[in-house]
């Protein structure tokens, strides 16, 4: 009987091993997959290309992803060129990709501005406490000139690259020199250049770039430096017309002029064919060039002669590097020489940043991580051995010291050529923005219609060099404007503006609705003897106020803009000046210790309305006349988007300081007759409905007006003042005006203005006023108030 159910407990046993892994597939969770952007376009056979950036970044992926199972990373080529507009247009169109990017560093400054990378700070913290050490202290060059900004770093130095000099030795010696060292300074080097140049034998002693942009600059960057001089002064504009940058592009142009050069129109390929051929002595270039040797030309020249020593040989991973104590036959590395202002060489290099766009940002950390790692578990140093270039980290450098004569002692291979020059060299290397740091112009200078039309116009003679330096100091700055606009994505408020044009809408609509109602009810006598002119007033302002909270919400623009010049002063004065002049007519007639009553008619008060917005009107329109208004974007949020705003010029706060003083100064007026005729009869003077509508008014606007200027970097919650804060203002003093009077009229009650009972105070005006005593002219204060002016109107409180 026991035996009987084996067999069920076999099938049991074997449907649940088969149905494991598909229970196990269905909660298992799937690993997040990461976007890495980089710029250059992977080989289809990688490993036939090991010392290009792209095959590495392409190994690093490859080792990360068989490391773990949590994070798949996707490698993806962007071309250099389409880096800014791929990340724009990704970020506005709300696509979360890119997560990691690679990035050079002219480009960081200008993705900043545009808010396009992530903050690494915190992120840099964290680690830095995890090592027990400061990371950022372990950076090699002045990266903080090209990644750090607003107390922020925006992307982790990964290779560093600056410009040496290469030279052939034969060459120097087939001149007569009695040994092949290289120069130590500017003058030697275009002495020597000059003396191994024979054109008739097509060789040459030097050979500056003159058509690929970012070459022709990076080269020459070394020599302006030493010259004094820059491509943008500490102002940030263009200082290509001082005195030392003349200087130097005058003498760096003899080169071609005194034909030491070809013409100059060589681009890098060219020069590059040219000094393996053994037509050219001197050649500036970057430690990338030994590699670039290696595998295009085999080591040797065009004639067959080795290039390299027997001692050439791989480092790392398919890397390249020359034992210093070899004598290397033909060809010379070292270091820029020095001039009058000392010696100096461009800095440049790839990094690595986080884009603000991804969502994934935890996960994408992980892989940063192990790619800027420079201990042997990441690949930091790995990729900088296989691609001839120096890690952005001192660490990858194993021993590192700096001797007191400035030369390095360090371990092998970064003890090699060409790596210890270019580490020598980084010493003495600044960025294309300096003295500036942080410069989102620096791609600006890289342009080819900027420097290298000025070396051929100059080189050729084919120009002035002042009118050259002149016309290229001003399609510098031209560019660096443009480069120095931002272009954030813009604040999404629809769905918030939407919804306060409902709720000022329905409240207009309610406020109009009640107007009418007045209109409709102007000869009841809680209307009537309110003085109905006056009333519409105030109507009229609550609804002139209405119009300024919707344009106020309306995206800016340059009518919107001049509507909330007019429609918000005019709300004010309109609203706020009758019911002033209504309080004061009260005040005059029932404060009055000397019992003398004069009649306030409807027409004096209007006059005083009409000063009221004469200068309101004089006031605006001076100011639109002088300061008219322009939209633009400008950055919000912490620079994290942009919104269109007003600009109202240099002026705005000499017309906003007068229009604030003088609506303060009525507001002022207004709360005191209100608290001076607190207690005169609500048939005459509604005091107590003033006074709450004047104190409404003032304590929103004191809490709310301050609080939209220190807010103005946050657009949501501006918004939310300004439509919350009128609509409650504008809407609760008009409730506290009108509000009692349509409670008695709809209540069936009316009033006889002889009827003052319940409304006296035996210390007050009104109280004998109204109780028959005669004033010193003779009348009465109830004849006094309601006497005829001029037409026949009576006049009313």
Not at 356 to 378: I, M, N, R, Y
Not at 420 to 432: D, G, K
Not at 649 to 663: D, E, H, I, K, M
Request: with cysteine.
């Amino acid at each position: 009987m026991r035996n009987s159910h084996m067999p069920l407990l076999a099938i049991f046993a074997t449907l649940l091993l088969c149905l494991t892994p598909l229970f196990g597939g269905a909660v298992a969770q799937n690993p997040t997959r990461i976007v890495f952007w980089i710029t250059d376009e992977v080989a289809e056979d990688p490993a036939s290309q090991t010392w290009s950036l792209a095959s590495q970044f392409f190994f690093a992926v490859e080792e990360f992803n068989a490391a773990q199972s949590e994070v798949e990373v996707v490698l993806e080529t962007v071309g250099w060129g389409d880096l800014q507009r791929r990340l724009t247009e990704n970020r506005d169109a709300g696509v979360h990709e890119p997560d990691v990017t690679m990035v050079g560093s002219s480009q960081v400054a200008m993705f900043e501005k545009d808010g396009l990378l992530a903050p690494l700070t915190n992120r840099f913290a964290e680690w830095s406490r995890d090592l027990r050490q400061d990371i950022t202290q372990d950076f090699v060059g002045r990266s903080f000139y090209d990644y750090f900004f607003k107390n922020n770093w925006y992307a982790h130095p990964y290779t560093l690259e600056t410009r040496l000099l290469f030279y052939r030795r034969d060459k120097l010696l087939e001149a007569g020199y009695a040994t092949s060292d290289p120069p130590a300074t500017w003058d030697e080097l275009f002495e020597m250049a000059s003396r191994t140049t024979d054109p008739a034998q097509y060789h040459w002693g030097m050979m500056p770039p003159g058509v690929d942009s970012s070459y022709s600059l990076q080269t020459f960057m070394g020599f302006l430096l030493a010259n004094g001089g820059s491509m943008l002064g500490r102002d940030g504009l263009a200082d290509v017309q001082s005195d030392e940058f003349k200087t130097a592009v005058t003498r760096w142009t003899a080169l071609f002029r005194d034909r030491v050069s070809p013409l100059p129109d060589q681009s890098y390929d060219v020069i590059n064919d040219m000094f393996v051929a053994g037509n050219l002595t001197f050649m500036i270039d970057g430690p990338w060039l030994i590699s670039t040797l290696q595998w295009h030309y085999g080591g040797q020249d065009q004639e067959g002669n080795d290039l390299f020593g027997p001692s050439w040989g791989p480092a790392g991973t398919g890397g390249w590097y020359m034992n210093p104590d070899d004598m290397i036959p033909n060809m010379g590395i070292a270091t820029l020489p020095r001039d009058s202002f000392g010696r100096f060489g461009f800095l440049g290099g790839w990094a690595l940043a986080m884009a603000s766009a991804s969502d994934k940002q935890d996960a994408a950390w992980e892989f940063f991580k192990f790619l800027v790692d420079p201990t042997d578990a990441g690949y930091m140093r790995r990729f900088a051995l296989s691609t001839s270039n120096v890690p952005g980290r001192r660490t990858a450098l194993g021993r590192w010291c700096e001797c007191s004569d400035g030369s390095f002692d360090l371990d092998l291979p970064w003890s090699a050529q060409p790596l210890r020059q270019t580490i020598e060299q980084l010493v003495f290397a600044y960025p294309l923005q300096f003295p500036n740091q942080n410069s989102p112009a620096t791609t600006a200078l890289e342009r080819g219609d900027m420097l290298p039309p000025l070396l051929q116009c100059l080189s050729l003679e084919e120009c002035d060099t002042d009118e050259a330096l002149a016309s290229l100091a001003a399609r510098l700055n031209v560019a660096i404007a443009d480069a120095q606009e931002v272009n954030l994505p813009e604040k999404d408020l629809e769905a918030l503006q939407i919804t306060f044009y409902v709720i000022t809408g329905v409240c207009a609509l309610v406020a109009l609705v009640f107007a009418v109602l007045t209109v409709v009810y102007r000869t009841n006598s809680i209307i009537h003897y309110s003085s109905f002119l006056f009333l519409m007033g105030i109507w009229l302002g609550g609804l002139l106020g209405y119009a300024a909270v919707f344009v106020w919400i309306a995206t800016a623009s340059v009518p919107i803009c001049v509507l909330r010049m007019w429609f918000t002063p005019f709300a004010f004065v309109f609203g706020f000046g009758c019911l002033l002049t209504k309080t004061f007519r009260v005040w005059r007639l029932f404060d009055n210790p000397t019992l003398v009553m004069k009649p306030i008619t409807n027409m004096d008060l209007l006059k005083m309305v009409g000063v009221l917005v004469a200068i309101t009107l004089v006031l605006v329109a001076v100011w639109t006349g002088v300061g008219f208004p322009e939209a633009d974007y400008e950055p919000v949020s912490n620079d994290s988007a942009k919104i269109m705003t007003c600009d109202y010029g240099s002026s705005v706060w000499v017309f906003l300081g007068l229009l604030f003083g003088l609506s303060g100064l009525m507001a002022l007026a207004a709360c005191f007759l209100s608290f001076k005729t607190r207690k005169v009869a609500l048939l005459f003077n509604e005091s107590v409905q003033i006074a709450f509508a004047v104190y409404v008014v003032v304590v929103i606007g004191v809490i709310c007006i301050p609080l939209v200027f220190v807010l103005e970097d946050f657009p949501e919650a501006t918004l939310l003042l300004t439509a919350v804060g009128g609509c409650a203002a504008i809407t609760m003093a008009l409730i506290c005006i009108f509000g009692p009077k349509f409670y008695f009229i709809f209540s069936g009650r009316t009033y006889d203005p002889s009827d003052v009972t319940g409304f006296r105070n035996q210390n007050s005006t009104i109280d004998r006023g109204y109780s028959g005593s005669k004033t010193r002219t003779g009348s009465t204060a109830s004849d006094s108030s309601s006497r005829s002016s001029g037409g026949g109107t009576t006049s009313h409180v």
